[in-house]
């Protein structure tokens, strides 16, 4: 089992920056692939980054390409996502996720584990 618990979310105006993070606890975590997905009101859960084992490889949707970053520090079982020039249209419930095989990565269905989420909210 692996618990993860995000934080760091909250209200920011349009154009602003803000920083999430996920802390693991249970298992290895370098053993695991961590994810970002995010969920709006009435909308699916959409994949938003994700990065490899050792934070080698990091893979992004489209739509958050050159804004959001995606990271993790091992020694401190963390992934962040840190995200820049936000839009209203970020606003979402940000989840993290883990999971041990590469494949499938954009899809929720291939996550093992998952966060509470935590809110952010862009405003215009």
């Known amino acids: 089992q692996v618990q993860l618990v995000e934080s760091g979310g909250g209200l920011v105006q349009a154009g602003g920056s803000l920083r999430v993070s996920c802390a693991a606890s249970?298992?290895?975590?370098?053993?695991?692939?961590m994810g970002w997905f995010r969920q709006a009101p009435g909308k699916e859960r959409e994949f938003v980054a994700a990065?490899?084992?050792?934070?080698?490889?990091?893979y992004y949707a489209d739509s958050v390409k050159g804004r959001f970053t995606i990271s993790r520090d091992n020694a401190k079982n963390t992934v962040y996502l840190q995200m820049n020039s936000l839009k209203p249209e970020d606003t979402a419930v940000y989840y993290c996720?883990?999971?041990?095989?590469?494949?499938?990565?954009?899809?929720?269905?291939?996550?093992?584990?998952w966060g509470q989420g935590t809110q952010v909210t862009v405003s215009s």
């Open positions: 990065i490899s084992w050792g934070g080698g490889s990091t």
């Open positions: 996720a883990a999971k041990t095989s590469l494949a499938n990565i954009r899809g929720p269905m291939g996550y093992d584990y």
């Open positions: 249970g298992r290895t975590f370098s053993n695991y692939f």
